[in-house]
């Protein structure tokens, strides 16, 4: 290989065997990426051609549905029926490895921007939390917003590298996994972010899943919307 040969994109990265989709309702395609290390499955909701998309990342043991009662799915379908804001559920391909599933995440976002994207929120539960922290970190000025849900704070130490990008924490005061100071820690860790307490909730944030669902209806398309410098 040349001395001036062009870096390998994190989607090149995968070296794909072999990539199958098919469209499971209109506006949902499931998409599957074999390569030898795992297979990499992604749930695509809206347009491919969006400009705005939110990537959602699951915990240690991998979720698509995500929290507080399959918040990823509703904020799939809710973002681009009102927004025209794509959503990519990522399916890792070995959940709680931490630079794999990184690796995952900025793929899918590789994707997205091969079909138009430019402006991406990251969100994350638990494990999934540093994951998003790390992959808004990768995707540098394109990455308008991180949302963490429960987020551990293990594999958050780079925090500061997010710069200025908007950075909103949900915790419950009961998470029975993660203590609420994870979230703060993170929060420190990035040097501002807003840390939303959940009174009375726990891990999987079920007794907040209206609220946390209302905040983030209006935030998304807040923060994908904004002007950047």
């Given at each position: 290989m040349s001395d001036d040969a062009s870096p390998r994109s994190p989607l090149e990265l995968l070296e794909a065997l072999a990539v199958e989709e098919a469209e499971i309702t209109t506006g949902l395609a499931h998409l599957e990426v074999y390569?030898?290390?795992?297979l990499l499955t992604l749930l695509w909701h809206g347009q491919r051609d969006a400009q705005s998309v939110l990537v959602t990342c699951g915990g240690g043991m991998g979720s698509l549905l995500g929290p507080a009662n399959a918040l990823y799915q509703d904020l799939g379908f809710h973002l681009d029926?009102?927004?025209g804001i794509a959503t990519v559920r990522v399916g890792y391909r070995k959940p709680n490895d931490l630079s794999?599933?990184?690796h995952d995440v900025a793929a899918a976002a590789d994707l997205a921007s091969r079909s138009g994207a430019r402006n991406f929120v990251v969100m994350g539960h638990s494990f999934g939390g540093a994951v998003a922290v790390q992959a808004g970190?990768?995707?540098s000025r394109h990455c308008r917003g991180v949302v963490t849900l429960s987020t551990q704070s293990a594999g958050c130490e780079d925090a500061a590298a997010l710069g200025d990008t908007p950075l909103l924490l949900f915790h419950g005061s009961d998470d029975e996994i993660l203590p609420a100071e994870a979230?703060?820690?993170?929060?420190?860790?990035a040097g501002h972010g807003e840390v939303v307490m959940l009174p009375g909730d726990g891990h999987l944030l079920t007794k907040s899943a209206g609220a946390i669902r209302q905040r983030l209806y209006h935030w998304i398309p807040d923060v994908?919307?904004?002007e950047r410098e």
């Open positions: 390569t030898l290390r795992g029926r009102t927004h794999r599933c990184v970190v990768v995707l979230s703060t820690i993170v929060q420190m860790l994908l919307s904004a």
